[in-house]
């Protein structure tokens, strides 16, 4: 299927060994302007219908997933969840095993600043955790989409009617939008050195960005700038296929051993241990993405302010 580019949608259609991935990726209204990634739909099927998938997300902001048909197996650090069809995550800075089967699904990157703005949770609490959304207080207020996004009768275009419907009654701006956007800007930058040169580029203490740091993007500014110089070696790796990690490691590493220290931090395992799994779903979805969208990860992707 050739790629179908829209105002409104575009489309990319991978083909894998028993398996085929469609990935289509919506750009969010006017009105949503940097609070999200994208409003994305994937549908996964596979030759054989008891076959599953599976594979690792990379470390990202947070999410929440609605799945139609399969619901994910999957895991981040000690969380655990299986059989939701209405998956969230915070911000994470380890890697999501998941294993899935058949299924369509709907999802929602929310960045920095879609979180401060519909999250009543300090990211930072809500760090490294999947879970049922359904269950969990911070993401409760969403659990009702399921009905719609998950029914295999309703129309795409009511699904996401109903998404941009229930962003616009649930998004609420705060007084700390303007730094949010400020800080996001500066990480996907990726030009400072040191926490002190990253808070003088946002015009702030060193003191508010840990602040703020905390409350919206889940983690330190020292982690949140090495996992942004992690996911720009990770995803130049992926998409560079038979590249070797030392071409694709930044230029920020001062050595492969702190690179490959850095990899088992963010990972859980070395590099060569990673390049030796199948990467069925995330390969696919990471080049679609990437053509379609331009950027192949949602780390990578700037506040677009």
């Not at 006017?30 to 054989?48: A, I, S, W």
């Not at 399969?70 to 911000?91: D, H, K, L």
Request: charged share 20%; net charge neutral.
């Amino acid at each position: 299927m050739a790629d179908v580019a829209t105002t409104k949608a575009v489309r990319g259609d991978t083909p894998g060994a028993g398996y085929r991935l469609q990935a289509e990726f919506r750009e969010p209204p006017p009105q949503f302007e940097g609070c999200f990634t994208t409003f994305y739909r994937l549908t996964l099927e596979v030759d054989d219908p008891g076959a599953r998938q599976t594979d690792y997300l990379q470390p990202e902001w947070g999410n929440i997933r609605f799945f139609c048909g399969n619901a994910p197996e999957a895991g981040i650090g000690a969380t655990q969840v299986s059989g939701a069809r209405f998956v969230a995550t915070g911000p994470s800075a380890l890697p999501c095993r998941f294993t899935l089967g058949p299924v369509r699904m709907w999802g929602v990157g929310l960045l920095p600043l879609g979180w401060a703005r519909l999250i009543d949770a300090d990211a930072s609490a809500c760090a490294n955790m999947i879970c049922d959304g359904a269950a969990h207080p911070a993401f409760q207020r969403f659990a009702y989409l399921s009905e719609t996004l998950c029914d295999p009768a309703a129309d795409v275009e009511a699904q996401y009617d109903a998404l941009v419907a229930a962003m616009s009654r649930l998004l609420r701006p705060t007084r700390d939008d303007a730094r949010i956007r400020r800080i996001h800007a500066e990480l996907v930058n990726g030009e400072h050195a040191s926490v002190h040169d990253l808070a003088d580029a946002c015009a702030m203490s060193v003191r508010t960005l840990e602040r703020l740091c905390a409350r919206y993007f889940g983690f330190s500014p020292k982690l949140l700038m090495r996992r942004q110089r992690f996911m720009r070696s990770l995803t130049t790796y992926m998409l560079q296929r038979g590249s070797r990690w030392t071409e694709a490691m930044d230029a920020h590493y001062h050595d492969q051993a702190q690179f490959t220290r850095e990899f088992h931090e963010f990972m859980t395992m070395n590099p060569s241990e990673y390049a030796a799994l199948d990467h069925p779903i995330l390969t696919s979805f990471m080049e679609a993405r990437a053509r379609i969208w331009g950027s192949p990860a949602q780390t990578l992707d700037p506040p677009r302010a």
